[in-house]
């Protein structure tokens, strides 16, 4: 009877099903891959949850299921694959060497397997070499297409990747933004009363060497009589000037802020009382010459100012309290200057 010798996958022409078997799944062995592995392979059987090797471990042999499912557990979020009967795994280490494990293996249900050692492979391989050539392309046609699922998928987790690092740069700028205007006035641009709390919770570590902190309470003088006169939109304007001539007081190092109303502060890092009272006087000087020109001509602005040192054994409500004592003795005399250490 005349056979096709040369395909593993078609019967016997003229016999009794004349027709092709379906096309081997990836890992499927033809029926003379399987007789031969299960008469070569070392019988071996495994209970149901018992691992037959570990990812990273060293492998120095081939497996052929004959009944049972073995799972591959391939981490890292890539999907496991479940080899059943007939399914051979772990071929890459009789083909290039020792070859470490990319997935844990472990049986799902009570298998019978064949252990194939390189030995018996390259007993195999001398035996039917040609057999054993299909067998070997066939493999490698599937990792092959294994590994460019894998780069696809990797491809694609990256671009996922980069989304998610995008989206969490977006949500991290917009949460910097948020806590800026947490701790920002809104009509001056200077920094808050939460701000100042906030920065004198880490003050320590701005302050520069061979400086004491200074505090100045800013408060303008009269500024109901400004709003009653010119209106609450002329006294905004007089709010945002006040600021620009704070700010223009500062260095880096130091924090103007607004703590409400017509009140501001400065805590600045200064070299000692001399220069805290040349900041006030230049802040008063400002102040003074500065003019609105939709405003009445008689309309003049002044504050009035309280310096003082701060001792570094209190806390802001002390500091905040000496200073408010000198500020309205500055009051108390009508504004328009103020009152520092000698």
């Known amino acids: 009877m005349l056979t096709n010798q040369s395909a593993d996958n078609i019967t016997p022409i ?21 007789a031969l592995f299960i008469g070569t392979g070392e019988r071996r059987e495994v209970r149901s949850g018992e691992i037959i090797f570990r990812r990273g471990e ?5 497996f052929v299921v004959e009944s049972g499912q073995v ?61 054993l050539a299909h067998f ?5 046609s599937y990792l092959v297409a294994s590994e460019q699922q894998l780069i696809a998928s990797l491809k694609r987790r990256n671009e996922d990747l980069m989304v998610t690092l995008d989206s969490l740069r977006q949500t991290q700028t917009q949460l910097n933004t948020a806590q800026r205007l947490v701790q920002t006035d809104e009509l001056t641009g200077l920094c808050n009363r939460r701000g100042l709390y906030m920065f004198l919770e880490r003050i320590e570590e701005t302050r520069l060497p061979g400086t004491v902190l200074g505090l100045m309470l800013i408060d303008i003088d009269r500024f109901k009589q400004i709003n009653d006169r ?13 600021a620009e001539e704070v700010q223009g007081a500062t260095s880096p190092c130091d924090l103007p802020c607004r703590l409400g109303g017509d009140e501001f502060a400065l805590l600045a890092q200064v070299t000692g009382a001399e220069e805290l009272a040349a900041r006030a ?23 009035s100012i309280g310096a003082h040192l701060c001792s570094e054994e209190a806390d802001w409500a002390v500091w905040y309290s000496e200073t408010d004592c000198l500020l309205y003795e500055v009051k108390g005399r009508g504004g328009d200057g103020f009152h520092a250490p000698e």
Request: net charge neutral; hydrophobic share 40%; charged share 25%.
């Open 14 to 34: 003229g016999g009794p099903d004349s027709r092709p078997r379906q096309p081997l799944l990836p890992r499927e062995l033809s029926d003379r891959e399987f």
């Open 230 to 242: 010119c209106g609450h939109l002329m006294g905004d304007q007089v709010l945002r000037a006040i």
């Open 136 to 140: 070997m392309r066939r493999s490698f």
């Open 58 to 62: 060293l492998g120095r042999s081939m």
């Open 281 to 303: 006087s230049q802040i008063v000087a400002a102040v003074r010459s500065l003019r609105f020109p939709l405003a009445d001509e008689s309309l003049g602005v002044s504050v």
């Open 71 to 131: 799972r591959l557990e391939f981490g890292d979020g890539m999907p496991d694959k479940l080899i059943g009967a007939r399914e051979f795994f772990g071929e890459l280490t009789l083909f290039i060497g020792n070859h470490t494990r990319v997935a844990n293996a472990v049986a799902t249900a009570s298998t019978i397997m064949h252990v194939i050692e390189q030995q018996a492979f390259d007993t195999v391989l001398d035996a039917e070499p040609r057999l």
